[in-house]
């Protein structure tokens, strides 16, 4: 306190609200860790509704804390959007839930999906002190969660708060939640706002990617129809190259934001890979999701894209390939096994997505890869190799080498590869060949302003990091309004000039 300030003595209230505080948290040693409780392995198998419910609130306040309010919150800085956690845990178990929300809905726009599908053992209960202490980390995500879900059910959620229009239009390409942030943020600040998506629904892989079972669709159109109650303009099935040129659209906004996502599946070079009955893994998620939307799916309902009585393998350690390992069981697969050439504790994909992925019957191949798809006309096994860890490659992961005369062959009636995604050639598919990419296919951006090299036409998300998280794409979009806006307001003021 500086020299010559009176010193203000804490009332009795203040201190009550104190000690109220501290009695709240810090009770990790008494209160065990407790996720919500899941369904049945058999039961949810059944269906595509997400396999745990919420917290109770009485569950949330006492989940919630167990956080130590400790100095550096590893949580937060581990979260790519910085989220508020240790306030918005103190807040719920403070019983003062809708200030949690507010808290939680500052840093981001889909606080509800992120709760649910965030690889939180890897981000931000994967930092947690207390998880390094011994005592189990706190259940950050389902708190997220549940905050969120009782803010919708409280009609706490406000419309969005649309500030002056300013006269300029911005055109974003994507809905995906790279796209639908920035939508979002650049509405607040007063812009008309217009989204372009090739799907029929907005939402990308939140709505065609991700099964339900660990995102149910109302969770994705309730976000959506939010910002078209607020005077987005939503253009689906809308194709740019077939439907307008760049230079159309580029003639039509102020500026252009680029957020497609990546959606080329990468491939593996095997004989036989183009057998009848080997599957892109998005193909696959989408005509599952498109299904459940109650659409017409001619490729489902031929059976081509339905695992039910099939030998199912996927190809692939990554969140992905668990997707498909766990639509196929639902789908009443006969077997469903899932290929990785590395062991466990060198898979890509969450954990936990492992364990729910064996407790519904998945079979884990480990250290195994794919040598040839056999079958002539029809798929009918997978020859596979056994794999051993070699030394640490580039990455300082060990690298996969082949063990001599391991082969054998797993009996599949439908294989899917789920090797990842990479970006497919804008350039081409948007009639602009102009548009420069790197050397791996992303678009290339001053980092500085996130600027691509045409004028006014910005990029971010998967399309400029290459495949990530949709955490990631949310940061990324909320960070791209800033130069947006900046950018806008010195045109707008150098027209101002000019006339």
Not at 109 to 114: G, L, V
Not at 307 to 335: E, F, L
Request: aromatic share 6%; with cysteine; hydrophobic share 35%.
């Amino acid at each position: 306190m500086p020299a010559g300030m009176p010193h203000k003595k804490k009332t009795s209230s203040e201190a009550g609200q104190k000690l109220l505080v501290k009695k709240a948290m810090l009770s990790f040693v008494e209160q065990g860790q407790s996720y919500p409780d899941k369904r049945a392995p058999k039961k949810r198998a059944d269906d595509f509704q997400e396999i745990a419910d919420r917290y109770a609130a009485q569950t949330a306040a006492d989940q919630s804390s167990r956080c130590s309010q400790c100095g550096v919150p590893y949580c937060s800085t581990h979260c790519p959007l910085h989220n508020h956690i240790p306030d918005w845990l103190r807040l719920t178990a403070e019983g003062r839930l809708r200030d949690a929300y507010e808290m939680s809905n500052a840093t981001s726009t889909m606080p509800e999906i992120c709760g649910r599908i965030c690889p939180q053992d890897r981000l931000c209960e994967g930092n947690c002190v207390i998880e390094f202490s011994g005592h189990g980390a706190v259940t950050i995500g389902s708190v997220e969660k549940y905050i969120t879900d009782t803010a919708w059910e409280k009609g706490w959620v406000e419309p969005v708060a649309v500030g002056p229009e300013r006269g300029q239009s911005v055109g974003i390409i994507g809905a995906g939640p790279a796209g639908l942030t920035t939508a979002e943020y650049l509405r607040v600040a007063g812009y008309d706002v217009h989204v372009y998506d090739r799907h029929d629904r907005a939402g990308g892989l939140l709505t065609y990617g991700i099964p339900g079972f660990k995102l149910e669709k109302h969770v994705v159109t309730r976000r959506v129809q939010r910002l078209i109650d607020a005077g987005i303009h939503f253009h689906d099935g809308f194709e740019v190259g077939r439907d307008a040129s760049m230079d159309e659209l580029r003639a039509k906004h102020d500026s252009i934001l680029i957020a497609t996502g990546v959606y080329k599946a990468r491939d593996i070079k095997v004989p036989g890979i183009g057998a009848q009955g080997v599957l892109p893994a998005l193909d696959y998620l989408t005509a599952s999701n498109r299904k459940g939307f109650g659409d017409d799916v001619p490729e489902f309902d031929s059976g081509a894209m339905d695992a039910k009585g099939k030998n199912v393998v996927v190809i692939g350690g990554g969140d992905t390939a668990m997707d498909c390992v766990r639509t196929a069981v639902r789908q009443g697969a006969k077997s469903v096994k899932c290929l990785y050439r590395r062991d466990r504790e060198n898979m890509p994909g969450s954990q936990r997505e492992v364990g729910n992925a064996e407790e519904e019957g998945v079979e884990f191949v480990w250290l195994s890869a794919p040598v040839a798809i056999e079958g002539t006309e029809k798929v009918t096994g997978v020859k596979v190799s056994r794999m051993r860890l070699g030394q640490p490659d580039a990455s300082g992961r060990r690298a996969p080498e082949i063990e001599p005369g391991s082969e054998y062959t797993v009996k599949a009636d439908m294989v899917i590869k789920a090797l990842g995604f990479d970006p497919e050639e804008l350039p081409t598919l948007f009639d602009c060949e102009e548009l420069s990419t790197t050397r791996w296919g992303t678009l290339r951006v001053d980092h500085k302003s996130m600027m691509t090299n045409l004028d006014g036409v910005f990029a971010a998300g998967d399309i400029v990091r290459g495949a990530s998280l949709v955490v990631w794409a949310i940061r990324d979009g909320r960070d791209v309004t800033e130069h947006m806006h900046r950018f806008m307001r010195e045109k707008a003021k150098a027209a101002k000039q000019a006339a």
